[in-house]
């Protein structure tokens, strides 16, 4: 079997943060989450998103976000107003602060 090269000007991304929250907050943080799901929704380059919570460790979640390019996120959204609305909703939350990582798809490609 050939693999064919990734054309990742043209692969959306997939932004991945693993999220720790302080102990008893997860709650309020679900519920900001909430709200604050409206935000990124709204930015230009966002393609869908979504939260998941962590079986063995339920004050662990991973966000996974689809953008349509690196810089959507990266200038784009980290740099909106919107950001600090975002920020102020969320930050707080976490102990320690995220890792964030993009990553692009290999498999399957849109070829295959």
């Known amino acids: 079997m050939m693999f064919k090269a990734l054309d990742t000007m043209n692969s959306p991304i997939l932004e991945v943060a693993s999220l720790d929250v302080k102990a008893g907050e997860t709650a309020a943080f679900e519920r900001a989450f909430a709200e604050a799901s409206a935000i990124i929704a709204a930015m230009p380059g966002y393609l869908g998103h979504e939260?998941?919570?962590c079986i063995e460790r339920n004050h662990r979640y991973v966000l996974l976000v689809r953008w349509r390019t690196l810089e959507d996120h990266t200038e784009g959204f980290r740099g909106s107003p919107q950001y600090q609305q975002w920020r102020a909703l969320l930050h707080?939350?976490?102990d320690p602060f995220p890792v964030v990582e993009h990553f692009h798809r290999v498999w399957p490609d849109d070829k295959s």
């Open 51 to 53: 939260l998941q919570r």
């Open 92 to 94: 707080h939350f976490y």
